[in-house]
C-alpha cells in the first residue's frame, strides 16, 4: 500500500493492470479487461478519485498511459482507443 501512496500512476498500471489515460476533456479514464473484477475496479476508482489531482498532472506529462504518451500505442499498433471502441477494455466512467 505504500507504494500505492508513493506514486498512484504506476500502482494503477502496474499492480492493478489497468490502462490509465485522458480523454479528449481532460478527464481520467481506467480502461479494464474482463479479466478485472470488482475489487480491482472499485480500488482503482478509489485511487483515482484520491489522486486526481497527481494523476491528471502526470497524465498531461506523458506519464504511463496517457494520451501522446509512449503507452498512448498497444504492441501491435493500435491505439488504446481502438481497442477501448472493440471491447477489449471498458473505460471506467
Known sequence: ???MCQDPLRYLV???CCQVYLDGGGNIRLGFSRR???????TAQGIVHSSAGVLRDRLRQGGTGGEGGPAATTADG???ADRVVSGEFCPFL
Not at 36 to 42: I, S, V
Open 1 to 3: 500500500m505504500t507504494e
Open 14 to 16: 502496474e499492480r492493478l
Open 36 to 42: 478485472h473484477g470488482l475489487k480491482d475496479m472499485m
Open 78 to 80: 493500435l491505439r488504446w
